[in-house]
């Protein structure tokens, strides 16, 4: 769905959710009028009819606890909702610690089966993970390993509420090199050997060194990815020997829309390999040449340096490159972090480089928009979610930031003032996971911008998790179809910044 001005993504999710699990309890309890007519019958039908009870109770429950953490949910949110007020890292364990129940919302609407029994793979493969941290084997088992068991696992049974328990203490006890090395599964030599046969076939695929110097912080690898025929001078020792070029990379050329892209995994961990599935089809389809930046990851580097860096590679792309590369139309975008560092780039250009063109659109998938502790209803919501729980984001938060002023705008957008939201492109769209904590990042940033009369186009999809465009695929047609939809939206932006040019 769309978002309107003014409504909040994270409480339309909230009521949506909550009124499902409502629904869910009054179906269940019509159906024992019929379960009392059989306890009429003989003393065997009876037994089956306590067999019957026994398995109400034993469906009802889930969703009488979800009702329950949703009322504890909308109790911390009246008692902290104030505006610009900040949760404390105690309040939140104290919340998380009393919210320990398994989520249903991934699996709540018929046709997500395959989304399903991917995120009961995921589950299996933490609860994998947890049992060998628990014998003290982590850093012995290759990730890959661990996810192949919880695979085959989740084949045959669920996810319990103790394993989901297990799980969720993990989640508060990983440390950023867990994160880093669940989150770069796919660069895993035998993950990249299968996923290099499922990439759709391409013209160009290249690993090559944007040059600076090493006072600037040397040079920065980035991944070009086209399919149209264009010819630029790449030199050869630019090319990174550790990503070879794609055999049918030869007739390169000079491209006229250009897609800036910053990849997503909390400013910790993925490089342009983990999301490349979707930018080849994204170069296909927009025909366009795919810049995508490989950035120095926290904590190793922190705040301000990947934004430095990516602006660097923007202000080489537009300012006369030796490499001849003359873009006519430069659009920014990215997932997640990715979708953060697009937007502050974007901000650093207008207020540290007047000198430079500022982006001609911007496209984000489910940023993250405000890195301060700030109360909302969506982080509320998914405080335990599979996929992002929030101690997760808590730890990339500080490993990027620590130190730093996180209502800096060149950090969290969000906060930005007004004068540098009027400067913004007025191009602007942004993909929205409804089931997602950082919904209520990308729906409030664009009604802070339609107040001030900066066009955003938004979209929700309210049945996806966070990271969907990194799954999307024909067995999950809602995802497949978020996917196809973010190509059309990339080629409107350049096509509306093309026709503004040529006004």
Request: charged fraction near 20%.
């Amino acid at each position: 769905m769309d978002e309107e001005e003014g409504i909040s993504g994270g409480w339309h999710v909230f009521i949506r959710l909550s009124l499902h699990c409502l629904a869910k309890i009054e179906s269940l309890l019509n159906l024992l009028p019929a379960v009392e007519k059989k306890a009429e019958a003989s003393y065997l039908t009876r037994i089956g009819v306590g067999i019957a009870i026994d398995n109400f109770l034993s469906d009802v429950a889930p969703y009488v606890n979800h009702i329950t953490y949703f009322n504890e949910i909308l109790g911390m949110l009246i008692k902290y909702h104030t505006p610009g007020l900040v949760w404390t890292k105690e309040s939140i364990v104290a919340l998380t610690d009393s919210c320990l129940i398994p989520p249903f919302w991934y699996t709540y609407e018929e046709g997500l089966d395959t989304l399903q029994h991917l995120l009961e793979t995921v589950k299996q493969a933490a609860a994998s993970a947890a049992s060998t941290n628990q014998a003290h084997r982590v850093g012995k088992d290759s990730p890959l390993i661990s996810l192949a068991y919880g695979g085959a696992k989740a084949l045959y049974s669920k996810v319990t509420e103790d394993q989901h328990q297990v799980i969720m203490r993990l989640h508060k006890e990983a440390n950023i090199q867990v994160l880093k090395t669940m989150w770069c599964l796919p660069e895993d030599p035998i993950v990249q050997r299968f996923l290099s046969v499922t990439f759709p076939s391409i013209l160009m695929s290249i690993s090559a060194f944007v040059p600076r110097s090493e006072e600037e912080g040397g040079p920065i690898r980035c991944q070009f990815i086209s399919n149209e025929p264009f010819t630029f001078n790449m030199p050869q020792e630019a090319v990174d020997p550790q990503y070879p070029a794609h055999p049918k990379s030869q007739n390169i050329g000079k491209p006229t829309r250009i897609f800036l892209n910053f990849h997503g995994g909390g400013f910790v961990s993925g490089t342009p390999h983990t999301h490349e599935t979707y930018l080849r089809e994204w170069a296909k389809d927009s025909k366009c040449l795919i810049v995508s930046v490989d950035y120095k990851l926290a904590p190793e580097k922190q705040f301000p340096f990947q934004v430095e860096e990516c602006t660097y590679v923007y202000k080489w792309l537009v300012d006369n490159n030796p490499w001849g590369i003359k873009p006519s139309e430069i659009v920014l975008g990215g997932d997640s972090a990715g979708g953060n560092l697009s937007m502050t780039t974007t901000m650093n250009i207008i207020l540290n480089h007047p000198n430079l063109p500022v982006p001609d659109g911007i496209l984000m998938a489910y940023p993250a928009l405000d890195l301060t502790y700030t109360v909302t209803t969506s982080r509320a919501m998914f405080l335990n979610d599979v996929l992002v729980p929030y101690c997760f984001l808590e730890k990339c938060l500080e490993a990027y930031t620590e130190g730093s002023d996180t209502r800096n705008p060149l950090v969290s957008p969000l906060w930005a003032d007004d004068d540098l939201l009027k400067k913004l492109p007025h191009n602007i769209v942004i993909l929205n996971a409804g089931l997602d904590p950082l919904l209520d990042d990308g729906v409030k940033f664009a009604h802070k911008c339609r107040k001030l009369g900066v066009p955003v186009v938004q979209k929700t999809y309210e049945l996806l998790p966070h990271g969907y465009l990194n799954f999307a695929s024909p067995y999950i047609p809602y995802a497949w179809k978020a996917k196809t939809e973010a190509t059309e939206f990339l080629r409107t932006i350049f096509e509306t910044a093309e026709r503004k040019k040529n006004l």
